[in-house]
């Protein structure tokens, strides 16, 4: 390989390094950006440049590196000795059989493939934006996120590294750009070294936890069941029941009133809400087939998907999976912790939490999330 012309010490260490690396092949500090970056002549005293096409590849973004550094130049990850086939799981393989969809009107699309789309293009390497130490970026992996593909099988995984991890479209520490419903900076992944949570960051779309038991809504909560995004509202006191109306002294004819308390609003990918529907009964289930409220068209919904239930005692409204086969979700408000297993959707594609250090809390949890077939039920 020719050498470039122009090469760039790094502020950190003086190590020479080639003009289109990012970060140092020695000590892995940022070489590219402001003062840290200083040019020089190619053959510097105490140095040579290393060729960047060697055997080792990097295991995190895939990028080729040369056998004797020590970082990988376009992400910053250590090189460890001996790496030089990176793994099926790497960020960016498009061997790997993970990724999303591409080309598809929905976010709610299998993010591997289906019915409502084809596997899209593979971009997701690098760390644009990343604000992770030295000492994080060569740190071993403390957990990480595995894609769910359409059949329930592991896909794409990201590796999460340090106390915090960062996920977007283009900034962050995993990127996964071929997602238009991923925010720049969606999500954040953080833990005290025993307990992980989960942070939107004011994303646009959100961020989804499945349920793992029943849970209680709040006013203003968005559900995710099948491909329906729906959104709970309670009613005001302007909008409960009146009691019968009458005109001039005569009742009106009509369907008999019912004591409605709540409704769900389908949110469509237009921003706006289209059916709406008022709940009234105690118990109302909705599935594709069977239920109080029906959504025959859904694929990804099955029979019997959900269940909502009123306490009008304690005035609450607790949401419950079915044991369908996709789930059901609730956005995230805020930050909320995660245990391992948990299942994340942000965007198209749908994360599984592995937890990998045996005594973290929540490691080994066995509890049942029901089937794990994800797509057409």
């Known amino acids: 390989?020719?050498?470039?012309?122009?090469?760039?010490?790094?502020?950190?260490?003086?190590?020479?390094?080639?003009?289109?690396?990012?970060?140092?092949?020695?000590?892995?500090?940022?070489?590219?950006?402001?003062?840290?970056?200083?040019?020089?002549?190619?053959?510097?005293?105490?140095?040579?440049?290393?060729?960047?096409?060697?055997?080792?590849?990097?295991?995190?973004?895939?990028?080729?590196?040369?056998?004797?550094?020590?970082?990988?130049?376009?992400?910053?990850?250590?090189?460890?000795?001996?790496?030089?086939?990176?793994?099926?799981?790497?960020?960016?393989?498009?061997?790997?059989?993970?990724?999303?969809?591409?080309?598809?009107?929905?976010?709610?699309?299998?993010?591997?493939?289906?019915?409502?789309?084809?596997?899209?293009?593979?971009?997701?390497?690098?760390?644009?934006?990343?604000?992770?130490?030295?000492?994080?970026?060569?740190?071993?992996?403390?957990?990480?996120?595995?894609?769910?593909?359409?059949?329930?099988?592991?896909?794409?995984?990201?590796?999460?590294r340090g106390r915090s991890t960062d996920l977007g479209r283009t900034e962050g520490d995993i990127l996964l750009g071929e997602d238009p419903y991923l925010s720049d900076r969606h999500a954040r992944f953080v833990t005290d070294g025993t307990r992980w949570r989960v942070r939107d960051l004011d994303s646009t779309n959100g961020v989804y936890l499945r349920l793992r038991q029943p849970t209680e809504l709040q006013d203003g909560d968005m559900i995710l069941l099948g491909q329906q995004v729906l959104r709970f509202e309670r009613l005001t006191q302007f909008e409960v029941p009146l009691g019968p109306a009458s005109r001039e002294g005569v009742l009106i004819f009509g369907t008999p009133e019912v004591p409605r308390v709540a409704r769900l609003a389908q949110y469509t990918t237009e921003g706006i809400h289209r059916n709406t529907f008022y709940l009234y009964r105690d118990e109302t289930m909705l599935g594709r087939e069977n239920g109080d409220m029906v959504f025959p068209d859904d694929p990804f919904m099955s029979r019997r998907h959900a269940e909502l239930r009123i306490d009008r005692t304690a005035q609450t409204f607790t949401l419950r999976d079915m044991g369908s086969s996709n789930g059901t979700s609730v956005r995230v408000r805020g930050e909320v912790s995660l245990v391992n297993g948990d299942h994340i959707r942000v965007g198209r594609h749908l994360l599984r939490l592995d937890v990998q250090l045996p005594d973290a809390e929540g490691a080994g949890d066995s509890r049942d999330l029901g089937p794990r077939k994800e797509g057409i039920v």
């Open 1 to 160: 390989m020719e050498s470039p012309d122009i090469a760039f010490a790094c502020a950190g260490c003086g190590t020479p390094n080639q003009s289109n690396a990012r970060f140092c092949q020695e000590c892995g500090c940022p070489v590219g950006q402001g003062d840290a970056r200083a040019s020089f002549p190619q053959r510097a005293p105490g140095g040579t440049v290393v060729d960047l096409e060697g055997p080792r590849s990097c295991p995190e973004c895939g990028v080729s590196n040369g056998k004797d550094l020590n970082f990988c130049v376009e992400c910053g990850t250590h090189l460890e000795v001996g790496a030089t086939v990176p793994p099926a799981d790497r960020v960016g393989d498009p061997d790997s059989g993970g990724g999303s969809l591409g080309g598809d009107s929905s976010p709610w699309a299998s993010s591997e493939q289906g019915p409502l789309g084809s596997p899209g293009p593979f971009v997701a390497k690098g760390r644009a934006g990343s604000s992770r130490t030295l000492a994080e970026v060569a740190a071993p992996a403390l957990a990480r996120l595995v894609t769910v593909q359409k059949d329930g099988t592991d896909g794409q995984a990201y590796s999460l």
